[in-house]
């Protein structure tokens, strides 16, 4: 239809041409997001990328867990094994973690020994390491249960071999990262010095790390030494915190210094946090005094009000000043929404009497297996493979 009034078609031209500008100024959005073609989903390749891995929130799935204690090769230790134990729900097994913004690739173990085959994969660290460790072994074990497997278990060195292809997945013992050496009959920690538990790293094609929290143990937790050494002077004690900072760039050094970081990935696995307290995530919480015990669900959100350890941002500090970073892990927040997921009493570690009462024997720092350590799987075979 043909406009006669020249006012009208005067404000037309104006705004069409006001429309030109507007649309030539606007450029699309382009994430740096890869997108592998068999599973159709967008996943990040580092720390830095625009999909979100560690901030999401949980969603029920019925096809959880990936697997059962029972079916797992001798591997679960007793502190995990929740069900072995006595515990009576099940509904924290039916979790999975959904990112904000991009979807995970559900583990594939078949998938994850053929891109591997041939190489090593070892954990280093504390018990938080070893729950990471018994979950991948577990939920790669599921996927060939036909295959020939060979499990050697020392201290501190233990190693799960996948014999038809040569994929090994090891636990090194040191919760400290750095050497304890005995001087006069003392246990020191040698915060300088992390030469005799490197040995045992080198050849691994794979290294994740984890420390923290044996940092804050204290009086009869403190456990593994007597004194510390740093700078070639001798103390009772010092500033954990300074400790921590002081071992961990003793660390960040030594990786900068001896693995190639075209052959080797490092991994460090964040703070795996704790639940005693029930009023960090609820004032109305169904648990029995400082614990986790009687939680059988985990936090609704995508946000966690607790206190995020003062180790990691130790952590972050350090591995940001790297060379060669290694990928940070970042559990913490995920994990602290699952105050319902941790043994709790029903661990193979506790009496009887001590599971009487749970305010004072409730396991509120490891994790039930199968469990959220399997999630840390799934993360972390996402950034390896992907």
């Known amino acids: 239809m043909a406009i006669s009034n020249p006012f009208v078609c005067v404000l037309i031209s104006i705004l069409s041409f006001n429309f030109v500008l507007l649309a030539s100024s606007v450029r699309p959005v382009v994430h740096p997001i890869i997108t592998n073609p068999r599973h159709k989903l967008p996943i990040r390749r580092s720390n830095h990328s625009q999909c979100a891995l560690f901030m999401g929130s949980w969603v029920h799935d019925e096809t959880y867990p990936m697997y059962q204690a029972t079916s797992c090769p001798r591997v679960i230790d007793p502190e995990f094994n929740c069900q072995m134990y006595g515990r009576p729900d099940s509904n924290y097994l039916k979790y999975r973690w959904k990112p904000a913004n991009c979807e995970l690739p559900r583990f594939n173990g078949l998938e ?7 190489k090593t994969v070892m954990f280093v660290g504390d018990s938080l390491g070893k729950n990471q460790w018994e979950s991948l072994i577990c939920m790669t074990w599921s996927a060939v249960q036909r295959s020939a497997i060979e499990f050697i278990t020392h201290d501190p060195l233990s190693t799960f071999k996948f014999l038809d292809y040569g994929v090994e997945v090891s636990f090194y013992r040191a919760p400290y990262l750095v050497d304890i050496d005995a001087v006069g009959g003392r246990r020191v920690l040698k915060l300088d010095d992390i030469s005799k538990n490197a040995r045992a790293w080198m050849a691994a094609d794979v290294l994740m790390f984890n420390t923290g929290h044996w940092w804050t143990h204290k009086g009869s937790l403190q456990g593994l030494w007597d004194s510390m ?14 400790a921590l900072n002081t071992a961990l760039k003793t660390w960040a050094r030594w990786a900068d210094s001896r693995v190639e970081s075209s052959k080797t990935r490092i991994f460090f696995q964040s703070v795996s946090p704790t639940h005693y307290n029930p009023s960090e995530w609820s004032a109305g919480a169904t648990s029995i005094g400082k614990s986790c015990y009687g939680e059988t669900s985990p936090m609704s959100g995508s946000a966690y009000r607790g206190i995020y350890p003062s180790q990691m941002k130790v952590i972050d500090t350090v591995i940001r000043e790297m060379r060669h970073p290694a990928y940070i892990l970042d559990i913490t927040t995920l994990s602290a929404m699952r105050k319902d997921a941790h043994p709790s009493i029903y661990t193979g570690d506790l009496s009887p009497g001590q599971r009487a009462h749970p305010d004072h024997s409730a396991d509120c720092s490891h994790w039930c297996l199968p469990g959220l350590p399997d999630t840390w799987n799934q993360l972390f075979y996402t950034a390896l493979l992907f």
């Open 112 to 118: 994850f020994l053929t891109k591997m085959r041939g």
């Open 229 to 242: 050494e740093a700078g070639g002077s001798l103390y009772k004690d010092m500033d954990r915190l300074v």
